[in-house]
């Protein structure tokens, strides 16, 4: 199993992206699925995650600017991200909850990780 991360980019203040987040490989089902950042020298920090039924929950300083979605079909998560702010600069790291085995507890696999800046 595999996540391969994408959309990030040089935006300016205001702005706005999308990141995506694709699993790929043999696996059974996938459970909730997570958006982290992390900057130099600091923790890594939840962003948003969602769960199979959809279920959403964000830091605060996200709320009312980011979105979590996912599309089952795909394997795919994605976060959208509007009025972007210097502050939200970060390597941002995907994870999905995934069961690869009848019987087992889901495993977190990780993605690896897509650069944001946001400056002018």
């Known amino acids: 199993v595999q996540l391969q991360a994408s959309g990030g980019g040089l935006v300016q203040p205001g702005g706005s992206l999308r990141l995506s987040c694709a699993a790929s490989?043999?696996?059974?089902?996938?459970?909730?699925m997570r958006w982290y950042r992390q900057t130099p020298g600091k923790q890594r920090e939840l962003v948003a995650a969602?769960?199979?039924?959809?279920?959403?929950n964000y830091v605060d300083s996200v709320k009312g600017r980011f979105t979590i979605s996912r599309d089952s079909a795909k394997n795919t998560v994605y976060l959208q991200m509007t009025g972007l702010k210097p502050g939200d600069t970060a390597v941002y790291y995907c994870n999905q909850d995934i069961r690869t085995t009848w019987g087992r507890d889901p495993t977190t696999y990780w993605g690896q990780g897509t650069l944001v800046t946001v400056s002018s």
């Open positions: 490989g043999s696996f059974l089902s996938i459970n909730a």
């Open positions: 969602i769960s199979t039924v959809g279920s959403t």
